[in-house]
Nanobody, 123 residues
Framework: QVQLVESGGGLVQPGGSLRLSCAASGFTFSSYSMGWFRQAPGKEREFVGSVGWSGGMRKVADSLKGRFTISRDNDKSTVTLQMNNLKREDTAVYYC????????????????WGQGTQVTISS
């Protein structure tokens, strides 16, 4: 049974940081690109970042560069999203995803989705 379980979401003040983790099981983690998407209320789901199967080919959405960093640990089957200097507009449900393409997930079919974790930025 494939599972992607996100953790680390919560409420943080503007300017703060959060570290989201996604624990994967039930598939060959190291063969898939991994990524994060988010969906804010009333908006479409959008790409946040991705990392290729080996840990290279990292990509972060242009609007988030400099604040968000993505990484993975194939030994632990986890992917992490470090978010710094958070802004109110970062409030969203963040989803972990496994991509069918080994290097990229943006604009590619997603093989598996997590259930999401809520991130709320508010003072």
């Amino acid at each position: 049974q494939v599972q992607l379980v996100e953790s680390g979401g919560g409420l943080v003040q503007p300017g703060g940081s959060l570290r989201l983790s996604c624990a994967a099981s039930g598939f060959t983690f190291s063969s898939y690109s991994m990524g994060w998407f988010r969906q804010a209320p009333g908006k479409e789901r959008e790409f946040v970042g991705s990392v290729g199967w080996s840990g290279g080919m990292r990509k972060v959405a242009d609007s988030l560069k400099g604040r968000f960093t993505i990484s993975r640990d194939n030994d632990k089957s986890t992917v992490t999203l470090q978010m710094n200097n958070l802004k109110r507009e970062d409030t969203a449900v963040y989803y972990c995803a496994a991509g069918s393409h080994p290097y990229y997930i943006q604009d590619q079919p997603v093989a598996y989705w997590g259930q999401g974790t809520q991130v709320t930025i508010s003072s």
